[in-house]
């Protein structure tokens, strides 16, 4: 990820959990009373809190090592690309960071489906209405978003039987060269929206306020 991004997303983190950073700040405050107030400090107290350290450590790396493993995926899918390859990751990790914006789902899970996309189609314009197909597919059905990506990775391969009992149903007279872009287009119809619509809800929220600590996890892995 762009540093630029990483500073945005620690801003906007702040910002939007602005009320939990205080709840914490709060907690670390009663127990420097707690500790201040007591003259002994048992063995179980400092276990307990290296553990919760080591906790803290261990999220930040593991988010660290997913991003980094979705990003080496991507650029693997595009190789095929030669000297185009950097350009197209990099419009797609964009597009990937502003869904998150716009949208329940991290960047990093976006990232991982893109690749899977890249693997079959390797235009730009397809895998990029892709991904905004995947994510409104995924918010719209409950799918999870993995699966969503699997099932266009399927019609882009030529396979669209599985997605017709979401009522994406294929002609089979069309040309299979145009049979993906007929998917993309009837999904389009269909779920179009629904992502940017669905993070209005409670719970849209929710998950984006985990997405922003994720990036603060991944930033702190990172360093």
């Not at 939990?20 to 405050?29: A, I, L, P």
């Not at 660290?64 to 990099?90: T, Y």
């Not at 809800?201 to 360093?223: D, K, P, R, Y």
Request: no cysteine; proline share 0%.
């Amino acid at each position: 990820m762009s540093k630029s991004f990483t500073v945005k997303a620690r801003l906007e983190a702040e910002d939007k959990a602005s009320s939990v950073v205080e709840k914490v700040e709060g907690r670390f405050s009663r127990l420097g009373s707690f500790l201040s107030s007591r003259f002994v400090i048992t063995l179980g107290d400092v276990t307990r809190a290296v553990k919760a350290v080591a906790g803290v450590f261990g999220d930040m790396i593991e988010a660290s090592a997913e991003a980094e493993k979705a990003n080496k995926a991507l650029d693997a899918s595009l190789a095929g690309l030669g000297s185009g390859a950097a350009a197209v990751a990099a419009g797609l990790r964009e597009q990937a960071a502003a869904l998150q914006q716009t949208t329940r789902f991290e960047d990093d899970a976006i990232v991982s489906g893109q690749a899977l996309l890249a693997i079959y189609t390797q235009n730009e314009a397809q895998l990029r209405a892709s991904t905004q197909a995947a994510v409104d597919f995924a918010a719209a059905t409950g799918t999870d978003l993995q699966s969503a990506f699997s099932l266009l990775a399927k019609a882009a391969a030529g396979s669209t039987e599985s997605l017709s009992r979401y009522g994406i149903i294929i002609d089979d007279n069309i040309p299979q060269a145009e049979k993906f872009e007929a998917v993309l287009a009837k999904m389009n119809a269909q779920f179009g929206g629904r992502a940017a619509a669905d993070v209005e809800t409670f719970s849209g929220v929710l998950a984006q306020l985990g997405n922003a600590f994720g990036e603060l996890q991944e930033s702190a892995g990172n360093a």
